[in-house]
C-alpha cells in the first residue's frame, strides 16, 4: 500500500512535493559546471573547509601509492576519508575488446592496478563487449568479441598484473547488463533526467569525437558509462584524463540525487602518440604507439621514427575545430609539457613506472625521470641514444609477453584466433535487432495507443482522449493500450516518482474501464517496462541503433540544449517501442506537438528497417474544457478523474461557460455528446414542466445544437440534464476505485 494512504490522497500528496523536487532536479544542470580541482579546500557555500584527514603511517603509504597513479585526484580528502572508512574498496576501469591493446593500456594499465590492488582495492574491469557489438567491432560478432576480451586477459596476466585472490575481477557487460536489467537500466533513466543536452555534449569526448555533428545513441553512451559507476558500486573511477567529463558527470549525479557518498576520480596520464602533434595513441592508427603484439622489429622501427623534440617547438594558433575532427586531437593533459615528446613520455610513464625502476643510456644509470629529461635537453644525450635505449627498455617489458604467447596454450590458441580474425576481415554481420513484443502474447498488426505522460491529478479529457483513440482504429484490429512507464521516469513526469507513476496508471486504466467498460474489454494494456524486461538485450540494443540511425539535431527537434537529454531518449525508445510492437497503425492527438515531431521521424526510421510502417494517424478529440479560453486558471476549469461526485460533480457544472445560444462553444452539449451520445449510446434526456415545453429526448448533437442556438432549450434545462450524467459518472468512477483492491494497493 502507499503508506496506508489511498491512491488519491497519495497523487494529491505528491503533487505538492513534485513542485519542489522540480525546482532541485533543474537546479542539477545549473551545478554542472566542472571544477577543475578538489583538493579538500572549502566547497563552494560551505562555511569551512574539511576538517583535515589523519592517516596512520600505514594509511598514509597506501594513499601514497594510489595518488601516484593519477594526473588528477578528485579529491585527496575524499580519498583518506574513503581509506579510513573501508579497508577494502572498488575502483574500475573499462575496455572495449576492439582487438589490439597498446602498451599504455597493457603495461602502464598493470601497473596501476597493482598499486590499487597492493593498497587493499579490488579492480573491475568492465569488459564493454555489449558496446564492442553495437560499435561493429570483430564483423559485429560477440562470440569473436569474447575470444579477444579473454587475449587481453592473458596479455595483462603475462604483464605481471597481479589476478590473485580475486584482486582483480572481469565483469562483462553484455552478461551483467541483461541479468540486472531492471536494476541498470531505471538508473540510467534518472541519470538523463537530471542533465541538460549541453552538460551530455560536452561527455561526447569519451568516443573520440568533438561536440559538433554527433549521432543521438552518442549521447546514450556517457549516460551509460555513468550508470556503470553506480551499476559497479565504484568507490574509486580509475580511467584516463580523456574519461575525466563523464566521470565528473558521476560527482554531479551525486549532488543532484542526494547521494552522500561520490566516487573518487583518480585520472591516469594519456601517453602521447607517437606522430607530432598526436595528443593521445590511437588504435587506428598502428605507428601512433608501441602495441602488446609488436615484434622486436615494429617497436624498432615505431620508436626510430617517433616524433623527439629537445625544444619546445613556436606555438601556432589553432584553427577553429570542425564537427567532424577526432576528439583526440583536443588536449588530454592536465600537466603542461612544452615538448611533448612521446619518447620522454614512455620513459617517464612506462619504464619508470614500476617501484624501484631505472633507465639506462649512454653508458649512465638513471633512478628518476628529471635526471634523464635534463640529460636529454641539453644535449648530453642524443637523439638516437635515447631512442636505442627506450627500445631495449620497451623489448625487456615485452618479452615476457611474447613468451606467454609462445609457450602457454591457452594463450597461444587465443592469439591464433584473434590473428586469424585479422586476417579474415569478416564481412560485418549487422543483423536488425529488435525486441518482438508478439513473444510477450501482444498481437501483430495492432492499433496502438500510447497513453500521455503521467501527471499528479489525471482529467477527464484524458480518458475522453483515450477512448476516442482508441476507437480510431479499425474494427478488426486488436487493439493496445501502451503505458510508457519508463518514458515517464525519463521525462520527469511526477518527478520520475514510481509508486506515482504506478497509481496514475492504475487510476487511468481502471477509470477507463469504468466509463467505456465494453471497449476496455478488447483492450489489451501493454506496460513498457514489463515488456522491456521480458527481452532488456534486444530492446536496448534496439535503442542504441535507432540512435545510431539520426542526428542528434533530428531527435531534438523542439527542445533547446538547455532541455533534459531524457527528452531525446525518450524519442529513440517510443521508436524502439514501435519497432518491438509491429503496429498496423497508431492514433495520436493532432495538437500533440511531440508526437507531431515524432510522426515524421517514425515514416523515416521504418524505411530503413525491414518492418512496415505503421499508419499513423492524427486525431482532433472534442474538448470537454469547462471555460472559455482553453486555459486551467482554476481548479473548476475542468474534471479531474479524482473529482467528488456531489462536490465537483454539481460545482463545476454550476460554474461551467454556457452562453445562452452560443454552440461555438458549450461545455454542457460536449459532455453530452461525449458521455451520453458516443460512449454510452444513450439519449440526452431533459427533464422540464409542461409550460417550458415538456420533457424532450435527443439523439444526435446536431438537434441539441439547433435548439439550443434557437433558444428552444434553455442552458438551466442543459446543465441539469448533463450535471446528472456527470454525478452518475463520478459516482461509478468513486464506486470502482474503492471496491478494486488493485487500485487501492496500487504503487
Not at 161 to 190: G, H, R
Not at 299 to 328: F, H, L, N, Q, W
Not at 688 to 716: M, Q, T
Not at 730 to 742: N, P
Request: with cysteine; charged share 25%.
Amino acid at each position: 500500500s502507499v503508506g496506508g494512504q489511498r491512491p488519491q490522497d497519495f497523487l494529491a500528496e505528491a503533487g505538492s512535493k513534485t513542485k519542489k523536487s522540480v525546482q532541485s532536479s533543474k537546479g542539477a544542470n545549473a551545478k554542472a559546471k566542472e571544477s577543475k580541482k578538489d583538493d579538500g579546500k572549502k566547497a563552494k557555500g560551505d562555511t569551512k573547509a574539511p576538517a583535515p584527514v589523519e592517516l596512520t603511517p600505514e594509511l598514509q603509504k597506501k594513499f601514497d601509492t594510489i595518488f601516484s597513479v593519477g594526473e588528477e585526484c578528485i579529491s585527496d580528502h575524499e580519498l583518506k576519508q574513503l581509506l579510513l572508512k573501508k579497508p577494502s574498496f572498488n575502483a574500475y576501469d573499462g575496455f572495449e575488446p576492439s582487438g589490439r591493446m597498446h602498451i599504455a593500456q597493457g603495461v602502464f594499465k598493470a601497473m596501476n592496478v597493482n598499486k590499487i590492488t597492493s593498497s587493499n582495492g579490488v579492480f573491475i574491469f568492465w569488459v564493454a563487449d555489449w558496446f564492442a557489438l553495437m560499435n561493429d567491432k570483430m564483423g559485429g560478432d560477440l562470440d569473436k568479441i569474447k575470444v579477444v576480451g579473454e587475449y587481453l586477459k592473458q596479455v595483462w596476466a603475462a604483464t605481471g598484473m597481479d589476478m590473485s585472490e580475486n584482486k582483480v575481477i572481469f565483469k562483462w557487460a553484455s552478461d551483467e547488463i541483461t541479468n540486472n536489467a531492471s536494476t541498470y537500466w531505471p538508473k540510467m533513466l534518472d541519470i538523463a533526467r537530471r542533465f541538460n543536452i549541453t552538460r551530455i555534449k560536452k561527455c561526447c569526448q569519451i568516443m573520440g569525437r568533438l561536440e559538433g555533428n554527433l549521432s543521438a545513441a552518442q549521447v546514450l553512451y556517457p549516460l551509460m558509462q555513468c550508470t556503470d559507476v553506480f551499476f559497479l558500486k565504484a568507490d574509486v573511477c580509475q580511467l584516463g584524463v580523456d574519461q575525466r567529463k563523464v566521470n565528473m558527470l558521476a560527482r554531479e549525479y551525486c549532488d543532484a540525487a542526494k547521494i552522500k557518498f561520490k566516487p573518487v576520480i583518480l585520472s591516469h596520464h594519456m601517453l602521447f602518440g607517437l606522430k607530432a602533434g598526436q595528443e593521445k595513441m590511437s588504435k587506428s592508427d598502428p605507428d601512433s604507439a608501441v602495441f602488446m603484439e609488436d615484434s622486436v622489429e615494429d617497436v624498432t622501427r615505431k620508436i626510430m621514427a617517433a616524433y623527439c623534440p629537445s625544444k619546445p617547438e613556436e606555438k601556432t594558433v589553432a584553427k577553429p575545430a570542425e564537427a567532424s575532427d577526432d576528439a583526440g586531437k583536443e588536449s588530454m593533459h592536465l600537466v603542461e609539457d612544452d615538448l611533448k615528446n612521446p619518447c620522454l613520455d614512455y620513459i617517464q610513464n612506462i619504464v619508470f613506472g614500476p617501484p624501484n625502476s631505472t633507465f639506462t643510456c649512454n653508458g649512465t644509470t638513471y633512478d628518476n625521470f628529471a635526471a634523464v629529461r635534463a640529460d636529454f635537453v641539453s644535449g648530453k644525450i642524443s637523439e638516437q641514444k635515447l631512442k636505442i635505449s627506450l627500445i631495449d627498455a620497451l623489448n625487456a617489458l615485452l618479452e615476457p609477453v611474447r613468451s606467454h604467447f609462445t609457450n602457454d596454450p591457452v594463450a597461444k590458441d587465443l592469439l591464433a584466433k584473434v590473428q586469424q580474425y585479422k586476417k579474415e576481415k569478416a564481412p560485418l554481420n549487422r543483423q536488425f535487432r529488435r525486441m518482438d513484443a508478439s513473444k510477450a502474447n501482444v498481437p501483430v498488426d495492432a492499433h496502438v495507443v500510447f497513453a500521455p505522460p503521467p501527471t499528479i491529478n489525471p482529467t477527464l479529457q484524458t480518458a475522453v482522449d483515450i477512448i476516442a483513440q482508441l476507437n480510431s482504429g479499425e474494427a478488426s484490429s486488436p487493439k493496445v493500450l501502451f503505458l510508457s512507464d519508463w518514458n515517464a521516469r525519463v521525462l520527469s513526469s511526477c518527478d520520475a516518482d514510481e509508486k506515482v507513476i504506478n497509481a496514475y496508471y492504475t487510476l487511468l486504466t481502471k477509470s477507463l474501464s469504468t466509463i467505456s467498460p465494453s471497449l476496455m474489454e478488447s483492450v489489451l494494456v501493454v506496460k513498457q517496462s514489463e515488456l522491456i524486461l521480458s527481452d532488456p538485450s534486444n530492446y536496448w540494443i534496439s535503442v542504441i541503433n535507432v540512435g545510431r540511425a539520426f542526428n542528434l539535431n533530428v531527435l531534438q527537434e523542439g527542445y533547446e540544449d538547455s532541455d533534459p537529454v531524457g527528452n531525446v531518449i525518450s524519442r529513440m525508445m517510443t521508436l524502439a517501442d514501435l519497432s518491438s510492437l509491429n503496429a498496423k497503425s497508431v492514433s495520436y492527438l493532432a495538437n500533440d506537438k511531440n508526437a507531431t515531431v515524432m510522426s515524421s521521424v517514425i515514416a523515416e526510421y521504418f524505411k530503413n528497417i525491414p518492418l512496415t510502417a505503421p499508419s499513423l494517424m492524427p486525431l482532433n478529440t472534442t474538448s470537454i474544457f469547462l471555460q472559455d479560453g482553453g486555459i486551467s486558471t482554476t481548479e473548476n476549469s475542468e474534471y479531474f478523474l479524482l473529482d467528488d461526485p456531489k462536490v465537483h460533480g454539481k460545482l463545476k457544472m454550476k460554474k461551467a461557460f454556457c452562453e445562452p445560444g452560443n454552440v461555438d462553444f458549450c461545455p454542457p452539449i460536449s459532455l453530452a455528446s461525449v458521455f451520453a451520445l458516443s460512449i454510452n449510446k444513450t439519449k440526452l434526456e431533459i427533464a422540464r414542466s409542461p409550460e417550458n415545453g415538456g420533457n424532450i429526448a435527443y439523439e444526435a448533437e446536431d438537434a441539441i445544437k439547433k435548439d439550443f442556438k434557437s433558444g428552444a432549450l434553455h442552458p438551466g434545462d442543459l446543465k441539469a440534464a448533463v450535471t446528472a450524467i456527470v454525478v452518475e459518472l463520478y459516482t461509478k468512477l468513486a464506486a470502482a476505485t474503492k471496491a478494486d483492491k488493485t487500485f487501492t494497493q496500487a504503487s
